[in-house]
């Protein structure tokens, strides 16, 4: 079977987002979302989801008040919703969908859920994704259809071009 999605694994801050989004910058007719970290004197306090049309979600905070939990984050499940829905809903003008990133937060939503397994079998996905943890995820790295490689500090510089050989054909950089 082809290859038809390409997903990025690795550490915490090791570049998978800038990863990403330098790969979708590449692709004409790309939708979907990013999430980015919140800060306050240089901890980490949640995460924003920001998508293709610079809207902004504050999805998961540790001052939150919600009963969707994930470690010291609580989540507001009504946001992801609503940012993946607008990926959904502009899914008829994208060749690609970008999403950061598929793991234990966004899999508490059923609807997240439900919305990534129709754009499997109608798009070609490019995102991040966990290398263990909720069954959803083990079900995207057991499909045959999809891609997976690690970002490394080693490789995270050429991984736009790894990705875009493998999704295209094409070479985007000249290789270093």
């Known amino acids: 079977m082809r290859t038809r999605h390409f ?8 570049g998978k987002t800038t990863a990403l989004l330098r790969s979708v910058q590449l692709l004409d007719r790309a939708e979907g979302f990013v999430t980015q970290a919140m800060e ?11 998508n293709s049309h610079q809207r902004i979600f504050k999805f998961a905070a540790v001052d939150l008040n919600s009963a969707h939990r994930s470690g010291k ?13 607008e990926v959904f809903d502009n899914r008829r003008k994208a060749k690609y969908i970008y999403i950061d990133e598929i793991g234990t937060l966004f899999c508490q939503s ?9 754009l499997l079998e109608s798009h070609t996905l ?11 995820v083990q079900e995207i790295h057991r499909r045959p259809d999809c891609f997976f490689t690690e970002v490394t500090a080693e490789n995270r510089d050429d991984m736009p071009n790894t990705i875009m050989k493998k999704i295209t054909g094409n070479e985007y950089f000249e290789e270093s």
């Open 40 to 50: 306050l004197d240089g901890k980490r306090t949640g995460l924003n989801i920001i």
């Open 73 to 85: 984050y609580s989540m507001d499940i009504t946001a992801l919703d609503a940012a993946i829905g």
């Open 126 to 136: 490019i995102g991040v994704i966990a290398k263990k943890g909720h069954s959803f």
């Open 110 to 118: 059923p609807f997240f859920i439900n919305i990534v397994r129709s």
């Open 7 to 14: 997903f990025l694994t690795g550490l915490p801050f090791v």
